[in-house]
Nanobody, 124 residues
Framework: QVQLVEAGGDLVQPGASLRLSCAAS????????VGWFRQAPGKEREGVAC????????TYADSVKGRFTIARDADKNTLVLQMDNLKPEVTAVYYC?????????????????WGQGTQVTVSS
């Protein structure tokens, strides 16, 4: 089973940017899809962005389209999430996870190998 370690979360002001990274213990190309998810206090975990093993297609939650970009570096077994123009409503713990064939970004239950998460807080 792959092990995932997220990093890059921070406390930032609205409008700032952050780059999250997810380091995998083995090749993420072995998985059909990999993705970023988040969970805010009192809310269910939700999909933010996913990318297939081939690098495309990518899937984004409507709330982050145009502001977040997911990318994978297969050589480095790393998944990244570039987050621009951050808003307070994106405050949450962000996790990366892997999924098999048929996994859909809209259903976090399709994914596994969850890391410990990294906290993103957007506040003035």
């Amino acid at each position: 089973q792959v092990q995932l370690v997220e990093a890059g979360g921070d406390l930032v002001q609205p409008g700032a940017s952050l780059r999250l990274s997810c380091a995998a213990s083995k090749s993420i190309s072995d998985y059909y899809v990999v993705g970023w998810f988040r969970q805010a206090p009192g809310k269910e975990r939700e999909g933010v962005a996913c990318i297939s093993s081939g690098g495309a297609p990518t899937t984004y939650a409507d709330s982050v389209k145009g502001r977040f970009t997911i990318a994978r570096d297969a050589d480095k077994n790393t998944l990244v999430l570039q987050m621009d123009n951050l808003k307070p409503e994106v405050t949450a713990v962000y996790y990366c996870a892997v999924g098999g064939y048929g996994s859909r970004c809209t259903n976090f239950r399709h994914f596994g190998a969850w890391g410990q998460g990294t906290q993103v807080t957007v506040s003035s």
